[in-house]
T-cell receptor
Framework: AQSVTQLGSHVSVSEGALVLLRCNYS??????LFWYVQYPNQGLQLLLK??????LVKGINGFEAEFKKSETSFHLTKPSAHMSDAAEYFC????????????FGSGTRLLVRP | NAGVTQTPKFRILKIGQSMTLQCAQD?????MYWYRQDPGMGLKLIYY???????DKGEVPNGYNVSRSTTEDFPLRLELAAPSQTSVYFC??????????????FGPGTRLLVL
């Protein structure tokens, strides 16, 4: 069975500081990994995803994530936080043959201080 | 394109009442999904559909029903509302040709309160 753990329900950073949101997964087969972002009162939208190939994945709004199989991790980073990055971020995992089902983590709310 | 639309945005139900949450997409996606989002719990899949006339259960289907008579619409029915169904409900869709690795597109959500 697959699972996703997001460390830290809330992360607070200063504007201009590094953003690091942690995600660890459990899967017995090669995973597909996703980061979705949810802005207040909106639905989720895709930030980036890893399916195959390059393990460093670049997404929208300057975010990137690196798939590390040995650490079963897919942490999300951004070099310099902007006020507009304040949102809730969800990591998700899926595998081929899982009937198109994604397993979502519990989310991390990012707060950006001026 | 409007993308994925959901109605209503907010609803209060009394215990035992029924209602239908509406979801529509105009992207000609084959796959559609219903999730619920509880505070601090992430999203849980309720039901999904791989095409008109085909639906299947997700992780938390009890207390819900779905139908898919057209490609565009995927309504979610609550027959006997219970307080445990208080949640935010999201509908999503994807092309479905490449399986679970595809991007899912989400609607804005329906906030449901059962009292």
């Amino acid at each position: 069975a697959q699972s996703v753990t997001q460390l830290g329900s809330h992360v607070s950073v200063s504007e201009g500081a590094l953003v690091l949101l942690r995600c660890n997964y459990s899967s017995s087969v090669p995973p597909y990994l996703f980061w979705y972002v949810q802005y207040p009162n909106q639905g989720l939208q895709l930030l980036l995803k890893y399916t195959t190939g390059a393990t460093l994945v670049k997404g929208i709004n300057g975010f990137e994530a690196e798939f590390k199989k040995s650490e079963t991790s897919f942490h999300l980073t951004k070099p310099s936080a902007h006020m507009s990055d304040a949102a809730e971020y969800f990591c998700a995992v899926g595998t081929w043959g899982s009937s198109y089902k994604l397993i979502f983590g519990s989310g991390t709310r990012l707060l950006v201080r001026p | 394109n409007a993308g994925v639309t959901q109605t209503p945005k907010f609803r209060i139900l009394k215990i035992g009442q029924s209602m239908t949450l509406q979801c529509a997409q105009d992207m000609n996606h084959n796959y559609m999904y219903w999730y619920r989002q509880d505070p601090g719990m992430g999203l849980k899949l309720i039901y999904y559909s791989v095409g008109a006339g085909i639906t299947d259960k997700g992780e938390v289907p009890n207390g819900y029903n779905v139908s898919r008579s057209t490609t565009e619409d995927f309504p979610l029915r609550l027959e006997l509302a219970a307080p445990s169904q208080t949640s935010v409900y999201f509908c999503a869709s994807s092309y479905g040709l490449a399986g679970v690795q595809e991007t899912q597109y989400f609607g804005p959500g329906t906030r449901l309160l059962v009292l």
